[in-house]
């Protein structure tokens, strides 16, 4: 096959993909300026370029040792803006209730538990991976539960570098199957240790 085969094939998927990607409202939360340029980004490098351009999605992650000891108040803060863009705006304060061996973090007049050391995160008393990884996925239920409160269609997603995406589960499901085995694509955070839901590098 030749060279200039081989780009034409890969233009022409780009350019389908951000078709695609754009009637799923990929670039919704973007002026139309910038939506156009996020569009033709896409549509030139394909599915790599989506870390390369700004969706308002794709943002910064928190470490999940920081999270696990009391962090996760001032990054639920910093996504404010985010998430008011998604039809969750937060009223109210977002506070830590942290002490030695129980974690509460209080948004407006609920409360989502962190970990709590004396009962059923026991085990994490004594295994610091297991609590990282803890607060790690009940911070992100606490901003799923956020925007399922609100009727937002949108859901947080991890993703590498303890990056977070904010997307439906149609985009997710979009992007996951434009990815396949690739270890960088989002995914859903869970409880069960050793890797919390992050996908294991391909074979």
Known sequence: MSSLFRRKTAS???AALAETLEARGFFRYLDPAEAA??????AKGG???IWEVETGRHFLGAD???????????WVDELRPALAKLGAPIDGDVEDDFAETRYVVRVGARSYAIYDLGGRDAAAAADMGLM???SWSRTFGLLNDLLERAGSSERAYAGSEASLWFLTPEL????????GDNRERPYVPTEQPPTFGEPSPPR
Do not use: C, H, N, R
Request: aromatic share 6%.
């Open 12 to 14: 022409a998927e780009g």
């Open 37 to 42: 340029a996020a569009k033709a980004a896409v």
């Open 47 to 49: 599915i790599d370029s």
């Open 64 to 74: 999940p040792e920081d999270l696990a000891e009391g962090g996760v108040a001032d």
């Open 132 to 134: 990282w990884g803890l």
């Open 172 to 179: 997710f499901e979009t992007l996951t199957a434009e990815l």
